[in-house]
């Protein structure tokens, strides 16, 4: 195996494939960088069984090859290398590595024991502007679920129609969030579960401007295809919850409010709410005015914000944290909070349309608060 | 007590002082923000009884008074409103505070329980500008030594003498770190041992430009008089170590290098050095050609640097991290690196002047290296 690489194109494809690259592997390989170098071209991928992320950048190639490298140590090694290429150059056990006055030898693994991914069979596709799935993959993945004991949630919940949209679900069992968006050339009806770690780094590896990507589903997998550049994941096994049933249809009291002036509110209030270590903050809307408060032994808050209200006056608390979350997520100037009573779900949705919808459980109101 | 500040003001002038506050403090009223509203300004400090920092901003003042504020939870707080004044009012046991539309009210402490620092008697000043202390600090603070066995070492030694110079020195039994400026209106000869801690702190308050400082000590404490801001911080008791006797003279070679290039070989080469848990790199200086070279069970690497080489050739050892520590927080673009043979330390001094010296032991050089 001998070939040679531009290094900015080596540090920029090592840095997305070992997103997939766990760090404490049970199979040692799987802490390794795969490398197959033929037809002009150098391909490597990391894999951590349930994630592969797989690359490919040009190179001169004058003996085809492949190797398995050590993967932190490489991966920073080569970030610090300054020559404009490298040149590699194995003999089955040791990779010679040689940029400009620096050469490093590097013992490699042998590359037919690093484990296959399932090929990705195209039952089931479906095409989506990067930076769109991008923002549904950051306002609803801060809801999957971390307790373990509840396999479907810990991912988010993927439903293509056939009339070519999308909803992205998660949640947690206190709040759900939900996205959904018009996408292109979906060829049906499907339903599937994505981990959430293969979700972050999907987010991580997509770009932000609108050119397309195409999903592809096998039973078992998902594909993305980014040209160059593919994301595999397995998809979680078993039926997502069955949640719309428990989706509120009419409300009492609703609420235009400016989204930025609540998460500033929900903030400050956080601060003495975690003081009670509750982080429990109290909402009361009347005469179009929100009054939102918190108290602890150290002391209590009182922040006012002028709303539109139609309907009920109402007193309701939450976690802070909950509102906190879905603020930070949403580019939205201003949102709808629509709620019936103290003890059923807010929900938040856009002034137009529906491209989200947010349902948080409230918590126990006291009178003290 | 009830006054108006400015809220940004007050903001930079709490962000000042809690750089003093302890975070787990075994008084509690530690963990507070001392302040003392009168004539016309609002004076507010924090200590941990060793360093203490204190600063005043202008206050529009009704009634007179103090109070010691829960620390942690009223900086977080100012930090997040968004009015141009904050209103603060007390009735002894709560202040209460209003800036637009948030209110709050927090349990106060009596101001009368906060200790007082030793009042700092003006035995002997001197002058020097500010990023001047500040770039002394920085490239001599990381070999303090953090062993706590050796009291004396824990702190930053300032040696001031008549002829209106300062020479800052830290070491840690494996390395010396020393610099030596110019000064003003030195009152005459004296040492002292500040604490790591306090000189960090001083470090962080000291701005980037020329305007000088004052610093003021007594027999026990150092007081520096920024105008407005002053930081205290107690003296380590004892003697320094007197490291003048060790300091090498005479060196058999001398070599120029440039502190970019072995800052970026030292860190390659060190990737692979701590994969064998040693951080131990080789350097090899030879025909004006230093290779410095590392091994592990996972490979090795041989990095080149041009240098000019004067006296003999030489193969010598180093924990890379302490070359690398010196690289990072030199300006020069070329050094002297002065060594005798592999047992004796190396000498690292500017190409012109003496503004600094730093003195680095060899670890044990095997021939496998």
Known sequence: MRFSV???????????????????????ILEGIYMYAANDTLFIKCTDLSLQIETEIPAIIDDEGSAVLPGKLFSDLVKKFSGDTIDFESDGNTMNIRS???????????????PEMMRVDDEFSADIPQNKLKSMIKQVIF?????????????????????NTLVMVALDGFRIAMRKEKINNCTGKKSVVIPKRAMQ???????????????????????????????ISRLLDG?????????PKNFATRVLINCEELKNS???????AR??????????FANNTLTITANSEKGNINDEIEVQLVGKDLEIA????YIQDVMRVLDDECVYLNMNNAVTPCVIVPVEGEAFYYMILPVRLFTGA
Chains 1, 2 share one sequence.
Not at 7 to 25: D, F, G, H, Q
Not at 100 to 114: C, G, L, M, P
């Open 318 to 321: 939450f976690n802070a944290t």
């Open 6 to 28: 531009n290094t900015r194109e080596l540090n920029e494809a090592v840095s997305v494939v070992t997103k997939a690259m766990p760090s404490n592997a049970t199979l040692p």
């Open 143 to 163: 809801s999957v679920s971390n307790d373990e004991t509840k396999a479907i949630l810990n991912g988010v919940c993927l439903e293509f129609d056939s009339d």
């Open 239 to 247: 039926e997502y919850v069955n949640y719309k049933g428990i989706l």
């Open 275 to 284: 003081e009670a270590k509750s982080n429990r903050i109290k909402l009361m």
């Open 100 to 114: 400009r006055r620096v050469k490093s030898s590097i013992q490699i693994q042998n590359a037919d024991e690093y």
């Open 266 to 272: 929900t903030e400050r209030a956080l601060l003495m």
């Open 201 to 231: 780094e999907i987010a991580a590896v997509l770009s932000s401007d609108d050119s397309e990507v195409k999903l592809i589903f096998s039973s078992t997998h998902i594909k993305i295809d980014f040209g160059g550049t593919k994301v």
